[in-house]
Structures are given as C-alpha cells and as structure tokens.
C-alpha cells in the first residue's frame, strides 16, 4: 500500500494529515500489517487534550494491545467512532476510513520534526531488516 | 495440566540451552543493591511426623463444640463432602495456569461455569475468573470505574465492609485516586442526602454494599440514578452471596464485586477465599483479571479458551488492566460444585432459612429487657442490636457459654458503642437460638 506523499509519519508507525491547524491521525499500513486483525479501539472523547510523544489511545488485534502516540499536541475535535462497530477498516483502509482523531494542533511547528513518506518508507525497510536479521 | 517442580537436571538443561552457567548469572543484570543475599527468614523443613502434628495441633485449635453469631464478613454456611472431593482431584488441585487451551479444556470449563453462575447470581452480563476474595475485587471494581470514566474521586458508603474501605484505601494511598466516605442515616443504608452534594463532576464511582455490613440490604436503583446522572458508575460489592437466593441481584449496578465465601469455602483463619468482579458487556476491555470464553474448535466443536488475555499481565506488562495475574482458581471451582449441588432451589431454600432464623432470632433477643433493633431497613441473615451494656464484656461471658458472640461494631464504628452485628445462618439452629438469648439475658443481668 502507497504511503500518501502528504502525510507526516512517526517512528512509532502513526500518520498525520495537516491541513493548517487541523490534523487527522491514524496508524501505517505498516502497523497495521504488524498487529494484524483489529478487533478493538480505544479512543480519547472529544474535547479532551492530547500530548506529543504520549499515548492517547490503544489499538486491540487479536495478538496484542498497542498504545498510540500522539504525533502532535492539541485537543481532539472528532473520534471516528463508527471504528466501535468496524475496527477492521484500520486493516481495510489504514490511510484513509481508518483514521482514529481529528485534532485541533497546539503547535503546528512540531510537525515538521517527523519523517515524509519516502523517510518513512526507508525507515520501515530499515525496520523490517533489522527483525530479518 | 499439571504443575510439576523442575529437577536440578532439567534446570541444568535449560540453563545449557540458553547459554547461561547458573541461576545466578541469569539474575546478573539486576543491581546487587536489590538482590537479597540473606536466608528468608522462614522456619526450617519438618519430617512427615512433625507435619501431621502440625496440622493436628492446628486442627485442634478449631472451635468445636461452639455456636457462632459472628458473621461480618465470614459466614458459617453447610459445606457438602462433595465439594471437597472434587478440589482434591489431582487435575484441579495441582493445575497450573491454563495458558494453553488444548490441554487445559477441563479447568478453563470450570472456570466457565463459575463465571456463567456469577452472572446468573449478580444480574450482570460478564463475569471474571475471579479475585482473591472480596475486598480486593472491590477495590478492582473501583479501578475499572477510574478507568472507564476517566475521573479519580471515589465515594464509598461507610456502611460498606470496613476491611475493604482499608483495602481501597491502601490502594489510593499511591494512585491517584481519592477516597471520601459518605455515612448512613437513621435506618442503616446509605444517607441518601448526603449525596447529591457529594456526587460532583469528578466522581467516578458510588461504592455500596447490599446487604451493608449493618446487615441491612440497600436500595440501589435510586442510587444508580443518581450516580449516573453525575456520569459516576455504581459499584455494588456483596459480602454475603447467599443473600442473592432471596435478594434481587444488582442488576442496576454497573459493576459488582462479591466475595464468593459462602459458596462452599469454610471460614478458616479467614481464607483463601474468592472474589468476583461482574459488569455489563460493554465494560469487558476494562475488566481485571482473565476470563475464560467459550469457542468453536476448527473441526465444529465446542471448547474453551483464555480470551481477551491481551490486556493481562503477562502480555501487557506495566499497563495491564490489574496486576493480579493470578486467579483462586481452586476456590472458584470449590464454589462452582457447591452452588452446581445446591442448584436455584436449594439456594432459594438455604437463603430463606437464613433469612427465618435471623428473623426468628431477632425477636426472642428483642424480648430481652434493654436490647432494642438498632436499624429498621429490612435485612437478611445479620442484623445490628443495640445493648445497655459494652457488647465485649457480654461476648466475654458468652465465651464461657460455649457460645462465639457477635460482631463488636464499636471496633470499626466508635460511635456504636454499645452495638452489636448478629449473625444467624442455616446452620444455627432453634435451640441454639434460644440458648443465646438466655445466655445474653444472664450476661445482661451479671452484676457489674
């Protein structure tokens, strides 16, 4: 799966897409591939606050549960709750129907401290030869 | 499965196959600051001899030949032989954690069972494996409202089991949560007016017991309104699961922590016993401990298996759900035998003569010159009197009477001086009835 050229990644595998102040957060097609089938998501309400570099979330597979970071700071607008009933649309479409928040940014500067796609998608190979290895 | 010891060999072996000389090299990596290179300071080994005597001796100290009036907490109920032949099997009694579901169908089915009958008891949609007993799975029931609510006051009634007040407390005392009690009224439930100011925006949970350790049995639906109309979730734990026979379950209750004693585990030194923590469906993920699930194997039939084990201990470390990985197993099934022997009825009949000889009882002590009901709101199998004399001066003297008196409830309440928590069960009978009300007739009447 294509990683979309303008989303901002994280070494902790979540995507952002910033648009001025407004920012959509999900995890990689990558990630989602590592934790396999989603069977429950756990996310912040609407309204409350989110911190860079800490968790806001948890992501349930059938083989583990996993903490989201936050890729930024800021106060979540939406929850895409329709992933309550459907969690596999983070394994369908992880890009897109399968964001997690949508948030007001803090401090949009701090975007500019993650990877685009094409690091993101050295980053990974590197990843992926390191547990071949 | 079995759970063996490993032999010197075989720890040899497996210390060659991952490449370490000794035990001791494999805990170098922890800080010898923390390493404890004293002997624990536990007594030696004892021959067969010296084990059976041990046990003798401690047989001996049982009080038999007693009739007890002391419940608050712990309940004398009839226990069948059965039971006890059954947890003895070896397959049950040395059983290991049952992580692995193809050789663990037989215990994961037990624990199955045990979780249905909780459910079917409490009202609720899911049941867990079980706790340690029942303060810990309040204190558990507490957690999961802090977690699934997001907010950190806890107000717990004061008529709830002072153990476990302590219990949560110990728990608060490092975590974040805070802990305010609120106090009965006039009856010996819940001040119901004391509440509403009390049940702010952060308040996470209500935490009541039905029926309270008073013995008085709670009124939960205008609580669960009330706790839910703050956001809060109400926790009902339940000391005395017979009660449930008769009672209705707390279905309004969103959580119910229940020590599971009475079921078949006899009082002892107080312990090991059970405990349970049951929930509406929704609630599952935030639930503590394990669960077993029932499932349909690759070839169509039916089996069991540890479900949603990704929030436990082992596999999530640090941010599990609770951090007791380990369930009382053996007392969950002792429990299972015991309510599957009973059956609906005889839990029904058991509880109704729980409840005839406690009302029997109540009115030959009321009889007594001086001895009043302390609370009027209906109860079960314990009710509170009130004395004209120190309840442990007269326990004292009932002592010598062969009889075991009831609860001093000055101990944990100093404002009930003069109070005491009498329980009468199944197993009291009318005689014995009549015997303790005289006995408490001459104690009353002894010259200071």
């Known amino acids: 799966m294509a990683y979309p050229a303008n989303y901002r990644y994280t070494k902790e595998h979540e995507w952002v897409d910033v648009k001025g102040d407004a920012a959509a957060i999900g995890i990689t097609d990558y990630a989602q591939h590592e934790l396999g089938d989603v069977v429950f998501v756990e996310l912040p309400k609407v309204g409350s606050k989110i911190e860079v570099g800490k968790t806001f979330g948890t992501v349930e597979s059938v083989k583990a549960v996993s903490d989201i970071y936050a890729p930024a700071s800021g106060e979540v607008v939406e929850a895409n709750d329709v992933l309550h009933n459907t969690p596999e649309k983070i394994n369908t479409d992880p890009h897109g129907a399968g ?35 | 499965m079995r759970y063996l010891p490993k032999s010197p060999a075989e720890r040899q072996d497996m210390l060659a196959a991952i490449g370490a000389k000794s035990i001791e090299e494999l805990f170098s990596s ?4 923390y390493r404890l290179r004293e002997a624990l300071d536990l007594p030696g080994p004892l021959s067969e001899t010296e084990v059976i005597e041990f046990f003798k001796a401690r047989g001996a100290e049982n009080s038999g030949g007693y009739t007890s009036f002391l419940g608050a907490g712990v309940y004398n109920h009839l226990r069948s032989v059965v039971t006890d032949a059954i947890i003895q099997r070896g397959e049950f009694l040395t059983s290991y954690t049952p992580y692995q579901a193809e050789i663990t169908q037989g215990t994961l089915q ?118 839910h109309a703050s956001g809060a979730l109400l926790v009902t734990t339940i000391t005395e699961g017979v009660s449930l026979g008769l009672v209705r379950p707390p ?97 029904r009949e058991m509880a109704h003569q729980n409840l005839s000889k406690a009302q029997f009882a109540l009115a030959e002590l009321e009889k007594i010159a001086g001895v009043r009901r302390a609370f009027e709101a209906p109860f079960f199998n314990e009710f509170t009197i009130e004395l004209p004399r120190s309840v442990k001066i007269v326990n004292a003297y009932l002592l010598r009477e062969k009889i075991i008196g009831p609860f001093v409830l000055g101990t944990s309440y100093p404002e009930l001086t003069k109070h005491a928590l009498v329980c009468v069960t199944e197993t009291t009978t009318r005689a014995e009835i009549e015997r303790f009300a005289a006995a408490l007739r001459r104690a009353l009447e002894q010259p200071l």
Not at chain 1, 100 to 128: C, F, H, T, W
Not at chain 2, 163 to 184: C, F, M, P, Q
Not at chain 2, 293 to 302: L, M, N, P
């Open chain 2, 110 to 227: 037990a624990i199955f069972e045990f979780q249905t009958l909780m459910c079917q008891l409490t009202g609720q949609e899911v049941a867990n494996a079980s706790m340690y007993d029942g303060s810990t799975a309040t204190t558990e029931a507490v957690l999961m409202a802090e977690r699934l609510t997001g907010r950190s006051r806890i107000l717990v009634a004061r008529s709830v089991h002072p153990e476990y007040r302590d219990v949560l407390k110990t728990y608060a005392k490092n975590s974040g949560l805070h802990v305010e009690e609120i106090g009965y009224g006039a009856n010996g439930t819940l001040d119901q007016k004391a509440l509403p100011a009390a049940l702010k925006d952060d308040v996470a949970a209500v935490v009541v017991q039905s029926p309270n350790f008073f013995g008085v049995i709670e009124s939960l639906a205008p609580l669960a309104d009330a706790a």
């Open chain 2, 251 to 347: 279905a309004e209750a969103d959580i119910v922590a229940m020590e599971a004693q009475s079921f078949g585990l006899a009082p002892s030194y107080g312990g090991p016993f059970a405990g349970v923590v049951a929930s509406r469906d929704k609630f599952v993920r935030q639930m503590p401990g394990r669960l077993a699930g029932q499932t349909t194997d690759s070839e169509g039939h039916r089996g069991f298996v540890l479900t949603l084990a990704t929030r436990e201990q082992h596999i999530r470390r640090e941010k599990a759900t609770s951090n007791i990985c380990t369930n009382q197993a053996l007392c969950a099934l002792a429990a299972t035998v015991h309510l599957t022997l009973l059956g609906k009825e005889g839990l």
């Open chain 2, 30 to 33: 922890i800080p010898e600051r």
């Open chain 1, 99 to 133: 964001w997690l928040i949508k948030v007001r940014l803090a401090n949009p500067a701090e975007i500019s401290g993650l990877m685009d796609a094409a690091a993101y998608e050295a980053y990974i190979a590197s990843q992926s030869k390191e547990a071949s290895a």
